[in-house]
């Protein structure tokens, strides 16, 4: 998988392919995300992904169908970061002017991709 592959680093979705976020109920532990290709989450997948970071290049697509209530948490993104990050445009965004750049922590960043989810906070329920 791509998360084993990563070695506890950054996982990165390669350009041109679609991926399907399968990883188990729980939580998995991360170095970032970098998305450069489609990232698909199933409906109502379960799952708590802890990272540093998101940067969406290419596309993420997540939703969630059920009723709102405390029994259907779905896919839980949690930003993890304490030190700044740097973002650096992938292929044809590279060298664009003013990158890279230091995106912050526990940044959250589309950056000429497309951004997906159909969801709710927790913490309205």
Same mark, same amino acid.
């Given at each position: 998988?791509?998360?084993?592959?990563?070695?506890?680093?950054?996982?990165?979705?390669?350009?041109?392919?679609?991926?399907? !976020?399968?990883?188990?109920? =729980? @939580?998995?532990?991360?170095?970032?995300? &970098?998305?450069?290709?489609?990232?698909? #989450?199933?409906?109502?997948?379960?799952?708590?992904?802890?990272?540093? !970071?998101?940067?969406?290049? =290419? @596309?993420?697509?997540?939703?969630?169908? &059920?009723?709102?209530?405390?029994?259907? #948490?779905?896919?839980?993104?949690?930003?993890?970061?304490?030190?700044?990050?740097?973002?650096?445009?992938?292929?044809?965004?590279?060298?664009?002017?003013?990158?890279?750049?230091?995106?912050?922590?526990?940044?959250?960043?589309?950056?000429?991709?497309?951004?997906?989810?159909?969801?709710?906070?927790?913490?309205?329920?």
């Amino acid at each position: 998988s791509l998360v084993s592959a990563a070695n506890g680093g950054e996982v990165i979705v390669p350009c041109g392919g679609c991926y399907v !976020y399968d990883l188990p109920a =729980g @939580e998995t532990n991360i170095g970032g995300l &970098n998305i450069l290709g489609k990232l698909y #989450v199933p409906p109502n997948h379960k799952s708590t992904l802890l990272t540093p !970071y998101v940067f969406v290049q =290419g @596309e993420l697509e997540m939703s969630d169908t &059920n009723p709102i209530a405390p029994e259907n #948490v779905s896919l839980r993104i949690v930003l993890t970061g304490t030190t700044d990050v740097m973002f650096a445009p992938a292929d044809s965004n590279a060298g664009v002017a003013g990158t890279p750049f230091n995106a912050g922590t526990k940044a959250f960043l589309v950056a000429g991709g497309k951004l997906n989810v159909r969801g709710w906070d927790e913490s309205d329920v």
